[in-house]
């Protein structure tokens, strides 16, 4: 998503979300975890590579754009992670303070669009609390802004383990526990009824909600499940492309000439770092690097390669940027590869 909104191309967003569509459908998925339309408020956010931008209105229009496009192929959106849930410090616990306009024009207004523009066929609730009240038993939230205000009919799921107390959730419009492990949360919404602490009426509710979901995800499986990784592939070496930011040109650096020798330094520059960890690890079906592509451009004797660094950031850094350092200096131009 970081690399999508540097396009500021919506018509490439939509068509990436068919693209995932796609492939979700090949492997049997009904509903795929995104997008998520989080603000980049802290750079030392964990989700950061998967969120938009800093900017609401661009990570909405972008989420609508990803939204639609998967949506267009059968395959239902999850809007991720409502609300406010922008660190990695006590992501799961933290109490986020936002203001009322801050919280409108900032936090809120990237979801607002997406959920009025795009209508994804569910909506993910957050870890955390949100002034006070955890996002998946949150009132106001959930049924106040999310229900009445926008008039979002779907089902509204929980991140993974992010429900604390169940049936205060299912009041607040809390559909879907996910992920459904028994937690004895499930003998609590039957002694609640059972009690008459829980109208039965909010839980059919929400299991109408539920069904509803299955009914189209039943739909998506007789969707064509055909997938070109060939054409997949393409799809994304564009998308690549377009992500791609020039900060500075100065003195006419690039395009490189032709005939130069370059010292290609990072290791990232044959082991791509391209993606996030944990529940966002994927297995491409096929993954390129720069230094074998800069190799099909120029002669073998032209590029000359030095990690500069451990991948792990571990011991030998010294002597692996020192090297670096050395090969630089006896070619034209260096190519550096780094980030996080």
């Given amino acids: 998503a970081a690399c999508l909104a540097a396009s500021w ?3 490439l967003v939509a068509e990436v979300g068919a693209a995932i569509a796609r492939e979700a459908l090949a492997q049997g998925v009904s509903v795929v975890l995104g997008p998520g339309a989080n603000i980049k408020r802290s750079p030392l956010c964990g989700r950061n590579f998967e969120y938009f931008s800093e900017d609401p209105y661009l990570s909405g229009q972008l989420a609508t754009a990803w939204i639609n496009g998967l949506q267009s192929r059968g395959v239902g959106a999850a809007l991720k992670h409502f609300a406010a849930n922008n660190q990695e410090t006590r992501r799961m616990s933290i109490d986020a303070r936002v203001d009322e306009r801050a919280l409108r024009e900032i936090y809120l207004a990237g979801f607002e669009a997406a959920v009025k523009q795009g209508n994804p066929w569910t909506v993910m609730a957050a870890y955390n609390r949100l002034n006070g009240e955890y996002c998946c038993e949150h009132p106001t939230l959930l049924g106040g802004i999310l229900r009445a205000e926008w008039g979002y009919a779907g089902l509204v799921m929980s991140d993974w383990g992010a429900v604390n107390d169940r049936v205060h959730g299912l009041r607040a419009g809390l559909d879907l526990e996910m992920p459904g492990v028994p937690n004895g949360n499930f003998e609590q919404i039957i002694a609640a009824v059972q009690e008459n602490r829980l109208d039965e009426l909010v839980l059919d509710r929400s299991v109408g909600r539920v069904l509803q979901l299955a009914r189209r995800a039943d739909a998506a499986r007789k969707q064509d499940r055909r997938c070109n990784p060939a054409a997949q592939h393409a799809l994304a070496r564009r998308a690549a492309a377009e992500g791609a930011v020039l900060l500075k040109n100065e003195g006419h650096l690039l395009p490189l000439k032709r005939k130069a020798s370059v010292a290609l330094i990072g290791a990232f520059a044959r082991q791509p770092r391209y993606q996030g960890a944990g529940s966002s690890l994927i297995n491409p079906t096929r993954l390129e690097n720069l230094h074998d592509e800069l190799l099909r451009l ?16 571990g011991a030998g850094s010294a002597e692996l940027l020192s090297q670096a350092v050395d090969l630089a200096g006896k070619t034209d131009a260096a190519v550096v590869c780094v980030g996080l």
Avoid: C, K, V
Avoid at 300 to 313: H, K, R, V
């Fill in 9 to 11: 191309d919506r018509a």
């Fill in 298 to 313: 120029a002669a073998p004797q032209q590029l000359a390669y030095a990690p500069g660094y451990s991948l792990d950031g």
